[in-house]
């Protein structure tokens, strides 16, 4: 398969892809990410006792609010007509983490992978601003699309890191 970049003309020029052809289908896309942190202001988070309150329920919020600006965000994105976005978050306390999961789904011509990378990045994003003052040596990791249906291009699902490769993606897959 020939890797070829959409968002340029034959002058390499960027432009914004032309969907308008496309028949529009039902489209959906999942990303995760992780944010470590020390172990005191992961137990913060985990407590929900955090000096500025509900993290992660304010990163949700940020999360969906990041998808539904995404096309105004990433220059050549569609804006879409998402018809959902989920962020949810699952606490890993061995490695003092969280790891956020942002799923987008739409009818439309276009996909929505970036809509659910964005929920993701501005999620963590926001966990790190309502943090820092505790903990300014927070890590946002391993941001990836895990899967995506529909469309043209079909099914797309990320590889799982090997059995017992150890590292960041094992502890959060």
Same mark, same amino acid.
């Given at each position: ?45 985990? #407590?929900? /006792?955090?000096?500025?309150?509900? %993290?992660?329920?304010? !990163?949700?919020? +940020?999360?969906?609010? &990041? ?36 799923? #987008?789904? /739409?009818?439309?011509?276009?996909? %929505?992978?970036?809509? !659910?990378?964005? +929920?993701?990045?501005? &999620? ?48 959060? !897959?």
């Amino acid at each position: 398969m020939t890797a070829t970049l959409t968002h340029f003309d034959a002058q390499g020029q960027a432009h914004m892809v032309d969907v308008g052809a496309k028949p529009a289908t039902h489209r959906v896309a999942r990303a995760q990410g992780c944010i470590r942190m020390q172990p005191d202001t992961f137990a913060l988070v985990a #407590a929900g /006792t955090a000096k500025k309150g509900d %993290v992660l329920g304010v !990163a949700r919020l +940020a999360g969906i609010m &990041a998808a539904k600006k995404t096309g105004e965000l990433i220059p050549l994105c569609h804006p879409i007509a998402l018809t959902r976005v989920a962020v949810d978050f699952e606490l890993l306390p061995e490695a003092s983490a969280v790891r956020c999961v942002a799923t #987008a789904e /739409t009818v439309g011509p276009t996909g %929505v992978e970036m809509e !659910a990378l964005t +929920a993701v990045q501005v &999620a963590l994003l926001t966990i790190y601003d309502m943090c820092k003052a505790a903990d300014r040596g927070m890590v946002i990791a391993d941001v990836k699309l895990l899967e995506k249906h529909g469309g043209k291009s079909g099914s797309y699902v990320a590889e799982p890191p090997p059995a017992g490769a150890g590292g960041r993606d094992s502890a959060q !897959a």
